[in-house]
């Protein structure tokens, strides 16, 4: 693959990295607890690395070529992003655990923050609309070789943008709860409001 092929995917991935979503949302929440921020960032990268593994097996075109397996991915996922954000709402994480005993555990983070990204149906159909786009039938790495790496690249971006995203609302919010407490919320409305439009969308399908 040529370097060029390389730096026009990542010119585009890089933008959908920077983008608030679901992934930040999850993320400055983590934030906000201490410790918290590698394990969620983790359980991320390793959501992204299953959608770009299913993808470069083939298996990623099969699912989506299966209209029911689609809609049990999206209904699957808007479900645990719905419950997860009505969660924030009603608890919003806050700076600090020490005074929560029942915060999450560093392997909780890393669950759930698989779960965000593994099961969000928009995660995958990007990387399954994206990475063959930059795939050269004729390079002489394999197809799945050259997903495999632009997947990489793009994780690679989602880990140095996410930890900026983590660490700097611990930083500045650490030491103000109220407004800890209003983006926790913002957060977790983000998460419903993004399983609502997945759901919705099913419906209207």
Request: some cysteine; proline content about 6%.
């Amino acid at each position: 693959m040529m370097l060029g092929t390389f730096a026009a995917f990542w010119a585009v991935s890089i933008l959908f990295v920077i983008t608030p979503g679901v992934d930040w949302a999850y993320t400055i929440a983590a934030g906000m607890r201490d410790r918290a921020v590698p394990p969620a960032v983790g359980g991320l990268l390793l959501g992204h690395l299953a959608a770009t593994l299913i993808v470069a097996a083939g298996v990623g075109a099969l699912i989506a070529s299966m209209p029911i397996a689609m809609t049990i991915l999206t209904v699957a996922g808007s479900a645990y992003l719905l419950w997860l954000g009505i969660g924030m709402l009603m608890n919003p994480p806050m700076p600090g655990t020490a005074e929560q005993a029942d915060a999450p555990s560093a392997w909780g983070w890393l669950v759930k923050g698989v779960c965000v990204s593994g099961l969000n149906p928009k995660v995958f159909l990007l990387f399954l609309a994206l990475l063959p786009q930059f795939v050269n039938p004729s390079a002489a790495w394999s197809v799945p070789a050259q997903i495999l790496a632009l997947g990489l690249i793009h994780i690679f971006s989602c880990g140095v943008v996410y930890l900026m995203v983590g660490y700097g609302s611990h930083a500045v919010l650490r030491t103000r709860p109220q407004a800890a407490k209003v983006v926790g919320r913002i957060s977790g409305a983000a998460m419903v409001a993004i399983a609502a439009f997945l759901l919705l969308g099913q419906f209207k399908g």
